[in-house]
């Protein structure tokens, strides 16, 4: 687990060692154990050592920062190059099944004197090129320059789970784990992308397009590999790898799915656990989460020293303080709690905003960053987490409507009417917002603004100012199409894995994780796993009577105590916002009335002021949008961001 960047410059340039660099110190929390630098000159052998100035008058530089993991020994230094010396590798991430990997390709004739994964990601690539993506287990982002070609390829992991970032112009190309990094690297002024600003805006959404929240910088999309031509560095484009078959069927039984489900898993959390550090896990007290403690205990055995770490807020409405006890107490882990409080969320922001560099969707990634902090002073440096389940086994409330939706375009309107009657019944799904929803999903479009306004959901929402979005020429549409297929669920549940909101829950994790130089690993995000779940009927999924996950709670019986399997609610790390920027009024009317608002061109603040004050007084409905517009302010401040129109 590491930090890299790198450049490459057109003939009659070099890279610049001082901004080489600067990007190398912005991402020392990403690697702090050690620093390495290798440059080009196109011509001779490349140059290597621990300090930037060997990319004076070099066109190609690579910078890696070090988070050992695996092989904590010098041979796992980066960047690496092969014994022949035709590939150079700056390399973020972990190759789970490296082992296996090693093994075949000692049996054609591959030597390796390390005993890590990044030598066996490297030979791989010199025996087998890009066919190697395919045949990995883990999550990668790395750059191998093959002198040979005069080609460096960029390559990110199947669903994204570690970054890329990148910025192309007539001088040059740059790329960097973090958008900081990348800023200081290819020399740029911080500006907001209008229509990425609009999308967080209006609906929440980041991360869902090549595009970010900067204008001119782009992150290489999951599952893609970019190829850069050393002598004509323009921009290509990045090629797919890898995608889910939303056609593929598995014709097996509820029983036979979750036993072959349950065995996957565990072979998932396996691969997972090796480490030559200390693995702990966070623990929030529902399924997934829950699934991995006792998986480690499973496989493990009493042998490992297991540490949960664990948000608990102290809201009786949130607080899944029973669940948590019941898991570590099944489990024999030592558990970890953390308790912020508002004032809090004030004293960090700053900081939060800086680790993230880009907005957030809500508190509850404080939340996040918490729990990341106590692992760090509990002296832990990987940590297994349970993202992605929720996305691929319809866990969220959501999915009802979707699930709903399929029913009805199939024509099964019987079952459709039972899940509705069933679906009331579940804690936190009311039969307004169950029907809205569904509406969504199966008026014609025609009538989507109509419905979108009587709901109170309007795509131009009072608060956003009309005469810039006219200005910068923003379209007012969802970024997320609705699902168009009959098993609409299928569909949704594909577009939430690879476009909404799992490539944020993952920017998310990385940052809050790699703050604290903590490896954060996600065991249910394996292809083939992921594959197989989107394969099954959605019944498996979300069963007749609305239960979320039906097969994951199958599989995990026996193995995970009951009383978490049964739980009908949902939570997850949440926070109590309304309360929590209830009691910091006075600090979001201070942000709101700030020079920096009004620095912000997306936001009528007079409009956002009069519907704060509604939500205060128990006028209007509280929704996320209020932290947006506070993260959106509070960001452009920190990181000095300049706005069109």
Not at 125 to 153: E, I, K, N, T, Y
Not at 341 to 348: C, Y
Not at 378 to 406: C, H, N, P, W
Not at 508 to 536: G, K
């Amino acid at each position: 687990m590491c930090g890299i960047a790198g450049a490459l410059v057109p003939a009659g340039r070099s890279v610049e060692p001082e901004r080489l660099r600067l990007a190398a110190e912005r991402l020392i929390h990403r690697g702090p154990d050690d620093v390495g630098f290798l440059a080009w000159d196109g011509s001779a052998p490349p140059t290597s050592g621990r300090d930037p100035a060997v990319a004076r008058g070099n066109r190609v530089a690579l910078a890696h920062r070090r988070l050992a993991i695996l092989d904590l020994t010098p041979a796992g230094w980066q960047p690496m190059s092969s014994l022949d010396g035709r590939f150079h590798l700056v390399f973020n991430g972990e190759i789970y099944n490296y082992r296996e990997l090693r093994t075949e390709l000692e049996r054609e004739g591959r030597r390796f004197v390390s005993t890590g994964d990044t030598e066996v990601l490297l030979a791989a690539w010199a025996s087998w090129g890009p066919r190697a993506l395919s045949r990995f287990v883990g999550m990668f982002a790395f750059a191998v320059l093959d002198v040979r070609q005069r080609q460096v390829v960029l390559a990110r992991d199947f669903f994204g789970i570690k970054p890329l970032y990148y910025h192309a112009s007539p001088h040059g190309f740059a790329f960097a784990s973090e958008i900081p990094a990348l800023l200081d690297l290819a020399g740029q002024t911080p500006r907001a992308h209008s229509r990425r600003l609009y999308d967080y805006l209006r609906f929440g959404l980041t991360d869902h397009a090549a595009e970010t929240m900067f204008d001119g910088i782009r992150q290489l999309p999951a599952a893609h590999v970019l190829t850069l031509d050393i002598d004509r560095p323009a921009l290509g484009e990045p090629r797919r790898f890898w995608d889910l078959d939303l056609d593929a069927r598995c014709d097996l039984s509820l029983t036979a799915a979750a036993e072959r489900l349950r065995a996957m898993f565990l072979d998932s959390v396996c691969l997972h656990l090796r480490s030559d550090v200390p693995v702990g896990t966070a623990l929030s007290g529902g399924i997934d989460s829950s699934s991995i403690v006792m998986a480690m205990r499973h496989i493990e055995g009493g042998g490992l020293d297991l540490h949960s770490v664990s948000f608990l807020p102290g809201d009786p409405e949130i607080d899944e303080t029973q669940w948590v006890e019941t898991v570590a107490l099944a489990s024999g882990a030592r558990l970890h709690r953390t308790r912020p409080d508002p004032a809090e969320l004030v004293r960090d922001l700053e900081r939060l905003i800086a680790v993230q560099a880009e907005p957030f969707g809500s508190t509850s990634i404080y939340a996040q960053h918490r729990v990341f902090r106590l692992a760090h002073e509990a002296g832990i440096k990987v940590m297994l987490d349970g993202q992605g389940a929720d996305e691929l086994f319809a866990g969220y409330r959501t999915y009802l409507a979707v699930r709903l939706a399929s029913l009805l375009r199939q024509g099964r309107l019987g079952e459709a009417m039972r899940l509705a009657r069933a679906a009331r019944t579940l804690p936190g799904a009311t039969a307004s917002e169950l029907f809205r929803a569904v509406g969504y999903h199966v008026l014609p479009a025609e009538l989507h603004r109509w419905a979108r306004r009587l709901a109170g959901r309007d795509l131009e929402p009072a608060w956003l100012d009309r005469p810039w979005l006219d200005r910068v020429g923003i379209v007012r549409a969802s970024p997320i199409p609705r699902p168009r297929r009959k098993d609409a669920l299928r569909e949704m549940l594909y577009r939430t894995v690879t476009e909404s909101s799992l490539p944020m829950l993952l920017r998310y994790e990385d940052r809050n994780s790699m703050a604290y130089s903590i490896e954060s690993r996600v065991p249910f995000l394996t292809p083939a796993l992921a594959q197989f779940v989107l394969s099954l009927p959605e019944a498996y999924l979300v069963d007749a009577d609305g239960t979320s996950k039906a097969v994951l709670r199958r599989a995990m019986r026996g193995l995970v105590p009951d009383a978490i399997l049964d739980r009908r609610d949902k939570i997850g790390f949440a926070t109590p916002e309304r309360r929590w920027l209830t009691e910091l009024r006075s600090w979001v009317e201070d942000v709101l009335a700030s020079e920096a608002a009004r620095a912000v061109p997306a936001l009528d603040l007079a409009q956002a002021r009069e519907e704060w004050q509604g939500i205060l007084a128990g006028r209007g409905r509280f929704d996320w949008h209020v932290w947006r517009w506070i993260n959106t302010i509070r960001w452009a401040e920190k990181l000095n961001v300049a706005f069109d129109g």
